[in-house]
């Protein structure tokens, strides 16, 4: 029993590092929208200074990327605080569990779209669509790293609900050896 003890707190937070990585990640993309904004107001490509830039320093394909990115963010956001509650509900020992766990594996599909999604990253892919040079050369090589901060919350996420799983199962099985005559 000790070690279902130490079980339960990893489970959470692995469970609780899914919408953080999500966070993280937005806010990592964020950083490196407004490097590559100030870049394109830098380069030759600025008309001398007249275009639009808005009160956050971030140009128009600049807000345009980081509604994209936002956008992802919050899509997986969504699905990283679904999984901490079928997490938190896998860890009781009551019924629909298997419910719980088949939708857990139906988020997943979406979960691992989304991540698909921000490996082709679409800021760059949108800067070359405006055709906007300095907009790209500016984006920070680290950012196409970025990605990975979804795939490691989602595995995270993944490994917190087989614990959390696995502690409703032992829990189940404990109360129902304490009701067995």
Do not use: C
């Amino acid at each position: 029993m000790a070690g279902s003890g130490r079980r339960g707190p990893i489970g959470l937070i692995l469970l609780a590092l899914g919408p953080v990585l999500t966070a993280v990640y937005a806010g990592v993309n964020h950083a490196a929208i407004r490097m590559a904004s100030k870049a394109q107001v830098a380069g030759p490509q600025w008309q001398g200074g007249q275009g639009r830039v808005g009160a956050d320093g971030l140009t128009s394909l600049g807000v345009d990327a980081w509604r994209l990115t936002w956008w992802t963010a919050a899509f997986v956001g969504v699905l990283a605080v679904a999984f901490v509650v079928i997490g938190l509900l896998l860890r009781r020992r009551a019924r629909g569990r298997t419910v719980l766990l088949v939708l857990s594996g139906v988020l997943i599909v979406p979960y691992a779209f989304a991540f698909l999604v921000a490996m082709i990253n679409p800021m760059k892919l949108l800067a070359e669509l405006y055709k906007v040079p300095d907009f790209v050369s500016g984006i920070p090589s680290w950012q196409s790293s970025a990605s990975f901060l979804l795939l490691a919350a989602g595995l995270s996420q993944a490994i917190g609900l087989s614990l959390a799983a696995g502690e409703g199962k032992r829990a189940g099985q404990a109360a129902d050896a304490q009701q067995a005559p």
